[in-house]
């Protein structure tokens, strides 16, 4: 990869779509990890304005203080950027407090986490909203088209997603070519919604190498079926998240009626 040339067209096209849609700038979610990172940083190279929040749901400090010091770092190198920090927690506390009780409550581990999610997506854009920003999306491209490793209506809603045609590891590779801090480009990638150190590893069951092998051999019409062993697992895992996620890929189902019956 031409990491050179791909950050410079990132970075044009998140001006020029701005611009185009005479949008004031952006605003982003900072969570310590190396997609948010690059994200914010190739932002902030469009020398447009970028609101950076954090926004802690009973976060481990590990991931505030990373997300703090490269919020720092993006106020030292851009003179647009500008940051604040929204405390979640009670929020969240006070939104599951006011749902059911459940007989056992890892039950509802799930939908608590997507909820995280979704409390930070409607904060984002109640930011946006008031400054005439667009939502800068985080997602690369294993996560959004190939195990669908994210949360619908989430951190999946955004309006632009600067970094979705790059693998994990090319995310990585812009991450150094534009100096984002060392903590955060050694620290094991987590979605951070489980309140605990588990790691997206951990709840996938594949790492991000294995992940984009697997996305690629299936590219070229390869099967669990001509592996053994560790890459036969690996293949099944990422086809089973890939089938069960794909509701998040595609567009929303229509019902659309036939004519005869309208007209």
Known sequence: ???????????????????????????????????????????????????????????????????????????????????????????????????????????????????????????????????GYLVAGTGNKVEDFGVGFYTKYGDGGVDLSPIADLMKSEVYEIAKYLGVNHEIIKAAPTDGLWGDDRTDEDQIGASYPELEWAMNSISKGKSANDYEGRKRKVIEIYTKLHNANKHKMDPIPVCEIPKKLKY
């Open 1 to 131: 990869m031409n990491t050179e040339k791909v950050v410079e067209h990132i970075v044009s096209w998140l001006k020029d779509y701005a611009t185009n849609a005479k949008i004031n700038g952006f605003v982003i979610g900072i969570s310590g990890g190396i997609d948010s990172a690059v994200t914010s940083t190739l932002c902030a190279k469009t020398g447009l304005p970028l609101l950076c929040l954090e926004m802690p749901i009973h976060q481990a400090k590990n991931q505030i203080t990373r997300a703090s010091n490269h919020i720092d770092w993006l106020k030292q190198n851009f003179s647009k950027v500008e940051s604040q920090t929204i405390e979640l927690t009670p929020v969240f506390d006070s939104l599951v407090a006011a749902f059911p009780k459940v007989e056992n409550e890892e039950d509802r581990f799930m939908s608590l986490a997507n909820t995280r999610a979704r409390l930070r997506m409607t904060t984002l854009y109640y930011f946006a909203a008031l400054n």
